[in-house]
């Protein structure tokens, strides 16, 4: 089927930038719908941002527009986010999604999506 592997996490100040990649291997005519999810300790799994497979179309969530950009890069089936000035409630474990290609542009429900990475983790210190 599809494998997701992410990578690109670590340890950053408030204020530095971090670039999270996502490769997808596997049957990649399934990686339509692509997006990212992050789940900080004890909280609940938030959506993040959301690409269309050309990458024209993009959703982000209102705690980080402005922020953050999302872009894909289907020759390589790989997915970038790009955080910049990272404030420590952006420390989480962050996840990437790949789904079936569907009707919308871009897909901003957890449960819409088919395939997920084990996550890389991303700490903010003030």
């Known amino acids: 089927q599809v494998q997701l592997v992410e990578s690109g996490g670590g340890l950053a100040q408030a204020g530095d930038s971090l670039r999270l990649s996502c490769a997808a291997s596997?049957?990649?005519?399934?990686?339509?719908?692509m997006g990212w999810f992050r789940q900080a300790p004890g909280k609940e799994r938030e959506f993040v941002a959301a690409?269309?497979?050309?990458?024209?179309?993009?959703y982000f969530a209102d705690s980080v527009r402005g922020r953050f950009s999302i872009s894909r890069d289907n020759a390589k089936f790989v997915m970038y986010l790009t955080m910049n000035k990272l404030k420590p409630e952006d420390t989480a474990v962050y996840y990437c999604?790949?789904?079936?290609?569907?009707?919308?542009?871009?897909?901003?429900?957890?449960?819409?999506?088919?395939?997920w990475g084990q996550g890389t983790q991303v700490t903010v210190s003030s």
């Open positions: 999604a790949a789904g079936r290609r569907t009707a919308e542009l871009v897909v901003i429900t957890a449960g819409r999506y088919d395939y």
């Open positions: 596997g049957h990649t005519y399934k990686t339509y719908a």
């Open positions: 690409i269309s497979w050309s990458g024209n179309t993009t």
